[in-house]
């Protein structure tokens, strides 16, 4: 390459730096880019021949950055997320009736997705894209018309409007249990559906902290580290879990679940409707966030308490 960026590296070698750093495994890395281990292992090494330093340092387990690989990383995420917000909102410039809205997967699926058929319906001229991932955070913001993001709101460089109010209670399919209520203790005892508490979600033992019990699960007790996998093994029957109000309150209605305590944690924080205040809205962008806060105002689109 001639010119003033003659020594840049190959965009796919730094796909692949970005990708190993934040995965630490050169076999995962190659999974979330289809391709095959070997091939970001060349990628890899050709990159560090370019700057002359190793980028990793290889274990029996995996690998870490190096001291040159993490000041690298500090430079090239943003410069890779850069890129791919200016491709974004040139599409956007040629798409203006598209929306990209980016959510965890449980309020993709819970909520967002029923909320979608109804606006679709009346505004079949505006395509939405929601975007699932549940390793989202604030600066992924940016590189959509509008996100849902959990938390208090306080974030400076987004517009927050919450939601849903984040309210979770156990619950349990009505062949599961014959008891009508448990006590707080009677459900200490009980075997419970856990969630993994390495994720940024309320578990077992900080839903029973908030009503001042000490509670440590069982090793036996069935584990999934992720929130979907927790519910649909309720659905299931497979036991007592936890369930945030947003997926479980039609459900209830419906007697396809039973809450098992009159209990509920109410944290304060909650799922916020976000965008980035230094990327103006499309008029579908500012319509979709308009609809979807006054939906959220009338109780959502099964009737659930937002």
């Known amino acids: 390459m001639a010119g003033r960026f003659r020594h840049l590296p190959s965009l796919e070698g730094l796909a692949a730096f970005e990708s190993v750093s934040r995965l630490g495994s050169f076999t995962r890395a190659a999974d979330e880019l289809c391709l095959t281990q070997s091939a970001i292992s060349k990628q890899?090494?050709?990159?560090?021949?370019?700057?002359?330093?190793?980028?990793?340092?290889?274990?029996?387990?995996?690998?870490?950055?190096?001291?040159?690989?993490?000041?690298?990383?500090?430079?090239?995420?943003?410069?890779?997320?850069?890129?791919?917000?200016?491709?974004?909102?040139?599409?956007?410039?040629?798409?203006?009736?598209?929306?990209?809205?980016?959510?965890?997967?449980?309020?993709?699926?819970?909520?967002?997705?029923?909320?979608?058929?109804?606006?679709?319906?009346?505004?079949?001229?505006?395509?939405?894209?929601?975007?699932?991932?549940?390793?989202?955070?604030?600066?992924?913001?940016?590189?959509?018309?509008?996100?849902?993001?959990?938390?208090?709101?306080?974030?400076?460089a987004l517009g927050a409007t919450p939601l849903i109010h984040e309210d979770i209670y156990p619950v349990t399919r009505p062949d599961v249990i014959k008891e009508q209520e448990l006590s707080l203790e009677e459900l200490t005892q009980r075997p419970l559906i856990q969630l993994d508490s390495s994720w940024n979600c309320m578990d077992w033992s900080h839903w029973f902290a908030h009503f001042g019990i000490r509670y440590r699960p069982p090793k036996s007790d069935i584990t999934f580290n992720q929130l979907t996998l927790t519910y649909a093994a309720i659905q299931r029957g497979a036991g007592i879990g936890l369930a945030w109000d947003f997926m479980a309150a039609e459900a209830i209605a419906k007697g396809e679940l039973v809450r098992v305590t009159d209990h509920r944690a109410i944290t304060g924080l909650a799922e916020h409707l976000v965008f980035d205040l230094d990327r103006p809205l499309s008029a579908s962008a500012r319509l979709f966030r308009d609809w979807l806060i006054a939906k959220a105002g009338e109780g959502g689109v099964s009737g659930q308490n937002v």
């Open 44 to 156: 890899i090494r050709a990159l560090e021949a370019s700057l002359g330093t190793p980028l990793f340092v290889r274990k029996a387990r995996g690998v870490t950055l190096s001291k040159a690989g993490m000041l690298y990383q500090q430079h090239i995420l943003p410069a890779l997320q850069g890129l791919e917000m200016a491709g974004q909102r040139l599409r956007a410039l040629q798409h203006p009736d598209t929306v990209s809205v980016l959510a965890t997967h449980a309020v993709s699926q819970y909520w967002l997705f029923p909320c979608l058929l109804s606006f679709s319906a009346e505004h079949p001229e505006i395509t939405v894209h929601i975007h699932a991932s549940n390793e989202m955070d604030a600066s992924m913001v940016p590189d959509h018309d509008l996100a849902i993001l959990y938390g208090d709101g306080e974030w400076p």
